[in-house]
């Protein structure tokens, strides 16, 4: 497999630990990375509304009612 070079902004303390790391461990954080971008990519993606849906319907199936979100959503 080619290897596609990628430039990736992260925060300078991150920098820091990557540029101090030894070949051996840069190698590992790299396989780490390819890894969960690789599992990222995978997910389903879903809309906004979707998820809002899914949301509302698990909270209704543990019983939250229109009348018991309001009374939360009062004492905000």
Known sequence: MSE???ALPVDSETARVYHTA???D??????LLRL???ELAELP???????MND??????A????PEILEA???DE
């Not at 993606?45 to 998820?51: A, D, G, P, R």
């Open 36 to 38: 969960r971008l690789r």
């Open 4 to 6: 596609t070079v990628i």
């Open 55 to 60: 949301i509302g319907a698990k909270a209704q």
């Open 45 to 51: 993606t879903s809309s906004l509304v979707e998820i």
């Open 62 to 65: 543990h019983g939250l009612t």
């Open 72 to 74: 939360l959503l009062r």
């Open 26 to 31: 840069r190698k590992k954080i790299q396989l």
């Open 22 to 24: 030894s070949p051996e």
